[in-house]
T-cell receptor, first 112, second 111 residues
């Protein structure tokens, strides 16, 4: 079975550029989560969706971050404009129920 | 962000040894999960626990949901080199409907 798919796996960009991260959840999972992982703060939940509807976006750092889920098999996390402090690993996870989450391989973002 | 207390922070052991690590919280949780993260990869779910006192095994791994619902334990028996990685606990439910992660335990296994 295919797990959670994320693209790109690596992204290097310059400050001020727009960055779009993509996620395909496991088929049949109703929940989709976006996390950010840094050495200092560990894994932080940014936003999550249930049946394509955003439920909690309180973890989104600021207005530069936005996320969409246009259908059950696709979600994007966009950063515009990007800043060096956004450099981190961004994970997408999906689940049948809210708690038992399966993670993708992550996107390693470096903003210069 | 909130993180659970996980100990030890790191372990350096010989192949074949058993490993124990634990996770504690000031809040109660309804679910405890254990993940393993390899370098450059995402966390992989190892074991999920849904009931206080529950003891669950997955191969050489055994995890327990603490009776107080504020802690959980993971044991790895007869460690092998591929057990190397960072192990994270995660708690769900209680005061917040979010998965809260531990600070991680780095495991190194010497062949």
């Amino acid at each position: 079975d295919a797990g959670v798919i994320q693209s790109p796996r690596h992204e290097v960009t310059e400050m001020g550029q727009e960055v779009t991260l993509r996620c395909k959840p496991i088929s049949g999972h109703d929940y989709l989560f976006w996390y950010r992982q840094t050495m200092m703060r560990g894994l932080e939940l940014l936003i999550y969706f249930n049946n394509n509807v955003p439920i909690d976006d309180s973890g989104m750092p600021e207005d530069r971050f936005s996320a969409k889920m246009p259908n059950a098999s696709f979600s994007t996390l966009k950063i515009q404009p990007s800043e060096p402090r956004d450099s981190a690993v961004y994970f997408c996870a999906s689940s049948f129920t809210e708690e038992t989450q399966y993670f993708g391989p992550g996107t390693r973002l470096l903003v210069l | 962000g909130q993180q659970l207390n996980q100990s030890p922070q790191s372990m350096f052991i010989q192949e074949g040894e058993d490993v124990s690590m634990n996770c504690t919280s000031s809040s109660i949780f309804n679910t405890w999960l254990w993940y393993k993260q390899d370098p450059g990869e995402g966390p992989v779910l190892l074991i999920a626990l849904y009931k206080a006192g529950e003891l669950t095994s997955n191969g050489r791994l055994t995890a327990q949901f603490g009776i107080t619902r504020k802690d959980s334990f993971l044991n790895i028996s007869a460690s092998i080199p591929s057990d190397v990685g960072i192990y994270f606990c995660a708690g769900y439910g209680g005061a917040t409907n979010k998965l809260i992660f531990g600070t991680g335990t780095l495991l190194a296994v010497q062949p």
